[in-house]
C-alpha cells in the first residue's frame, strides 16, 4: 500500500486533519447490498454475537483495512462483541477531535480556562477549503467563545476549530495532558508552530477506553461530561453513518464522532438507553476501501456503518444500562420556526 506524504496532500500543512493513504479497490456491491434487521437480543451475551456476525458481513462487502474494538456494557466488565486490529496505531483524524476537546476542557475543570472566554478567529488562521463553519463566515477578523469553538470541533467536525483550540492548548500540552489520563498512543502530531497540529493518531482499543471513562465520568468534571455528550448526541451531530437510518430521538440516543480524509473513513461512539445509561460503546477504523474521493454518505464504508447503527439499536432494545451506571439525560430534538 503506497504511502502519500500528508504535507504534500494538503499543500504545506495548511489543513489540520492530515496523513493519507491510498485506496485499494473494494467489491463493487458494498454500496449495493441491503442491510440486515436483528432481532433483540434478551442479554449482552446474546447481543455480542448477532453484532460481531453483522460487522463481519459489512467487512467482507466493503474489503479494506478495519480496526474495530465494539463492547456492551455488562456488569463490572464489559462484553467485548468485536475486536480486530484493535491495538494497530493508526491515523484517527477528526476522531482525535474529541481527545483534543478533552484536553481543552481539562484546562476548563482546572480554571485555566472558561467556556465564555473569547478568541480571537483572524484571516490567516481559517483552514482554506475545510470542513466546518468558519470558513464559510468571510468576515474576519473577529472573535467567538471558547464554548462556540468546542461545538463547532465536535458537531460540524469544524477544522478552523482545531486551529482555535490550539491557542489556548497546545501541542504538547495536548500530549501532556492525554498521557497524564492514560491515553498514550492517543496524541496529536506537532508541527513547527507550537499552537498547530496534526490530528494524530490512536488505537480502536484506546479511543474505546477514552469514551468509556467519558461516559463514567472519570475523565472529566460532572458539567464537562455533560457539554460533550450533548454535542455528540445533538441533531446536528454526525448523521451520514452510525445514525443515518433512526428517528431524532433514536440519534439522541447516540453520541458519535466521525473522521474522514483521503481513504479512511472513522467512526466511534456510544450509544445509551432510554434512560441515558451506556448500553454499547463502538470504535470503527476503516481504510483502504473504494471510492476514496467520495465524502458523502454513499461512500461503501459509510453505508456499511449505517446498516451496523440500524442493527446496533435493534440487537439491544431489550437492554439496559447496568446498575448503578451514570445516567446522562437525553435531550429531544425541538426544532423552532423562529419568532
Avoid at 468485536?82 to 484546562?107: F, G, H
Avoid at 446536528?236 to 479512511?264: L, N, Q
Avoid at 476514496?292 to 432494545?317: E, I, K, S
Amino acid at each position: 500500500m503506497t504511502k502519500v506524504n500528508r504535507r504534500t496532500a494538503l499543500g504545506l500543512g495548511t489543513v489540520a486533519t492530515a496523513g493519507a493513504v491510498l485506496a485499494t479497490a473494494a467489491p463493487a456491491s458494498a454500496a449495493a447490498r441491503p442491510g440486515r434487521s436483528a432481532r433483540a437480543a434478551a442479554s449482552p451475551e446474546l447481543a455480542g454475537p448477532k453484532i460481531n456476525a453483522a460487522f463481519q458481513r459489512e467487512k467482507t462487502l466493503t474489503g479494506g483495512d478495519w480496526q474495530v474494538h465494539i463492547s456492551l456494557e455488562n456488569g463490572a466488565t464489559p462484553l467485548v462483541a468485536v475486536s480486530e486490529s484493535a491495538d494497530r496505531r493508526v491515523e484517527a483524524y477528526s476522531v482525535n477531535k474529541v481527545a483534543v476537546a478533552v484536553a481543552v476542557l481539562d484546562k476548563v475543570d482546572r480554571g485555566l480556562l472558561t467556556l465564555d472566554q473569547r478568541v480571537d478567529v483572524t484571516a490567516s488562521i481559517v483552514v482554506p477549503g475545510g470542513d466546518g463553519i468558519f470558513v464559510l463566515d468571510t468576515a474576519y477578523p473577529s472573535s467567538v467563545t471558547l464554548g462556540h469553538v468546542l461545538a463547532n470541533l465536535l458537531t460540524v467536525s469544524d477544522d478552523t476549530a482545531v486551529r482555535l483550540c490550539g491557542l489556548v492548548c497546545p501541542a504538547a500540552e495536548i500530549n501532556q495532558i492525554l498521557v497524564g489520563k492514560g491515553f498514550p498512543n492517543t496524541q496529536v502530531e506537532p508541527v513547527a508552530n507550537p499552537n498547530r497540529f496534526f490530528l494524530g493518531t490512536s488505537t480502536a482499543r484506546e479511543t474505546h477506553a477514552l469514551l468509556r471513562a467519558l461516559v463514567a465520568g472519570t475523565l472529566l468534571s460532572p458539567s464537562s461530561t455533560a457539554f460533550v455528550l450533548k454535542l455528540l448526541r445533538s441533531p446536528v451531530a454526525f448523521t451520514d453513518g452510525i445514525r443515518r437510518t433512526m428517528s431524532s430521538a433514536e440519534r439522541a440516543r447516540v453520541a458519535t464522532k466521525a473522521g474522514w480524509f483521503v481513504d479512511a473513513r472513522h467512526e466511534a461512539g456510544v450509544v445509551f438507553d432510554d434512560a441515558g445509561a451506556p448500553l454499547m460503546t463502538y470504535v470503527l477504523f476503516a481504510d483502504g476501501q473504494a471510492d476514496p474521493d467520495n465524502f458523502g454518505a454513499t461512500h461503501p464504508v459509510l453505508q456499511a456503518r449505517a446498516r451496523l447503527g440500524r442493527l446496533f439499536l435493534d440487537a439491544t432494545a431489550q437492554l439496559t444500562g447496568a446498575p448503578g451506571a451514570p445516567r446522562h439525560r437525553i435531550a429531544r430534538q425541538r426544532p423552532s420556526n423562529g419568532g
